[in-house]
């Protein structure tokens, strides 16, 4: 990788697989929940307890599981970003990573707008090639939205929704 990508991007490869890692930490919270719905099953706290609602034991069960699987997935997207980053290849995965990102405070949402950012600077778009100039809209360029934009705001024609 040439110098001067190292410069533009920066510590965020390391930083995505860093947090990949906690993500994977944080998975254990739900994997305990995961535990205790099995023990509530197969009444795994003793007879001196009685037996469990089978309803709340299988909705621990499947929050516990879905919470594995969905903290697993983020962190494997987040490695996959991370190697994609270094690699400068797959922009609109990694553009895609980081806008899941800020939906995980407080690191996940520090490191989706510092990536962010760092994707919309010129000499980054370059970097990542064709690909990436023609996924995002050019700087100065005009938005489109309900004032001014797409639905036939003051000089302009109704359009579709456009950067």
Do not use: I, K, N
Not at 35 to 45: M, N
């Amino acid at each position: 990788m040439p110098h001067q990508s190292h410069r533009a991007l920066g510590p965020l490869p390391l930083l995505h697989h860093v947090l990949a890692a906690l993500a994977l930490v944080a998975a254990v919270v739900p994997a305990l929940y995961l535990y205790f719905g099995v023990a509530l099953l197969s009444g795994g706290f003793g007879p001196d307890h009685g037996p469990a609602a089978p309803g709340l034991a299988w909705q621990v069960v499947g929050g516990g599981l879905a919470g594995v699987l969905l903290m697993a997935g983020y962190a494997l997207l987040l490695v996959s970003a991370g190697r994609a980053l270094g690699g400068l290849r797959r922009w609109q995965l990694v553009c895609a990573t980081a806008w899941l990102s800020l939906a995980f405070p407080p690191f996940g949402t520090l490191l989706g707008v510092a990536t962010l950012l760092t994707l919309r600077r010129p000499e980054v778009r370059r970097l990542f090639g064709r690909a990436a100039t023609a996924a995002w809209p050019p700087a100065g360029a005009p938005r489109g939205g309900p004032v001014g934009g797409a639905l036939g705001g003051p000089g302009r024609a109704s359009a579709p929704l456009a950067w």
